[in-house]
């Protein structure tokens, strides 16, 4: 049973990387990189979030310059989006929901991983939000965008939530596969939902 | 005596944060980000430099992570930012005033703590130039804009002067808040002076 | 023979910093920074590489800070372009070649030590593409520009290269002196050649 569990979480973090991978990929694409461009905003996006985690905790080397699933799947999603992405106009939306996805599933698991490491709530919340928006921040500062984090809708309270419910759900069952899924569906669901409605955060008062 | 000197201390190094999270949180709102955009870069600038400090010293999790009055300092000085902001003709003069003054506690005292852990002269004088300019570089990447430390007048000298000072008086009495104080005063008001002189260092030959 | 050997690597780690801090330079003066903008852009892009290398590795502090040698060398190189520089016009050439040869050591040196340390193959070529590309990135982001790694001619191919071939022959032969030389040799020849013939990855289909 713990077994399956470590299984399917595993899962869920490579879809993480995956998702991640795909939109920094895409963004190569829409800035016109040619393969080796695509797919190393691709690798940086996908596997970035770990990579920060690990600098954070202390894992020397990162997890995911070892352990091949991680890299290769970032990889493997990085190139699907070369040979195979939707056109250009398309590219946004697909970008938004991508990112989305990676951004639920990388403040859940981040959170609930530090959180079971017997953290502090508040130190679990904020692993889990940096490792989540780390990924998405490298990818647009290399391309020479804002970071989405200071820009889109609900971006980083998205992040927050995901973590903030994935960290409460570890602390008080240790159940992480659950608090993984629980926290980065209500992130991913916040996030989508956000940009769809159009959904914003006041803005200062003399700027507006 | 040493209890009280340690926490002017860590009053400094707090007012140090509240100083760069304001200046982060300024830039915030003169890029018209909204809120959480605007504590986003407030904490990334109070922050930083300690996390850079505490990466190049092998501290995991960063302090700034897991010590609360750090974190709330600099979110209590953006959300301050946010709601209680100058006016945007304004707002540049404020953000180089908290720029310098975080800038002159951040390199004394992140060369002071390096030299009391016995690392050489150079290496104690490079960590508290880098903390300083670490936490300024995040915000300026992070909005897009060039780093202060590349343009503007003698920014990185100040923050070398006053990193330069704090690790002699380390060195030679071992006072930590004295090194700290002397040399934060010695470089937040060159890095005021320089600014309201316009004192430039010289430029490349050709490129002028 | 051994000692000699050593001697001669550092020779070569200290020459791809020097060329990495002069083409870091080159750029500052290309964007009409002052002395000290020059100096941090040189130093952080010729150290920058190994700053990543020891972080990724977990050396605190950074061996970049504590051994003389290899800051002094990136500072030499970049005061050295500070007052003779060549005119704005044949900088970008320069640039590129000195930053082709920090390419080369770069990645060769830094996969032939991870291979040395008994890291995996992929593991290896990974951290000195890093190593390789990372100071350039550095050096890029500061001055707002799309990293050259994202649009050069064969930019990642030949870090992939040098550092594939190095990490071979450091576990074939146990040599790193000439995994270092071999493989810097075929990176930077290979980055130069695809910059003067133009030689360009594929884009993607409906970017073209």
């Not at 996006?45 to 985690?53: F, K, L, Y």
């Not at 997890?63 to 991680?70: G, L, M």
């Not at 195979?84 to 990388?106: N, Q, Y």
């Amino acid at each position: 049973m713990v077994e399956i569990g470590a299984w399917v979480i595993e899962g869920l973090w490579i879809t993480g990387i995956v998702a991640f991978a795909i939109s920094g990929a895409l963004v190569g694409v829409r800035h016109n990189l040619d393969l080796l461009g695509v797919l190393v905003v691709g690798l940086a996006t996908g596997i970035g979030g770990g990579v920060i985690r690990d600098m954070i905790l202390g894992v020397h080397p990162p997890v995911s310059f070892t352990h091949w699933p991680y890299w290769s799947a970032a990889l493997i999603g990085s190139l699907a989006v070369f040979f195979f992405h939707p056109s250009l106009s398309k590219i946004r939306t697909f970008e938004i929901v991508f990112d989305a996805l990676g951004l639920g599933i990388f403040s859940a698991y981040g959170a609930a991983i530090s959180a079971e490491r017997d953290f502090g709530f508040i130190t679990a919340v904020f692993v889990g939000t940096v490792v989540a928006v780390g990924g998405g921040v490298i990818r647009d500062v290399l391309v020479n965008e804002v970071p989405g984090v200071l820009t889109r809708e609900l971006y980083a309270v998205s992040a927050i939530v995901g973590a903030t419910v994935a960290t409460l759900i570890t602390q008080l069952t240790g159940h992480l596969l659950i608090a993984t899924a629980v926290g980065g569906v209500l992130a991913t669901a916040l996030r989508l939902t956000s940009y769809a409605r159009g959904w914003h955060l006041p803005k200062p008062r003399s700027a507006s």
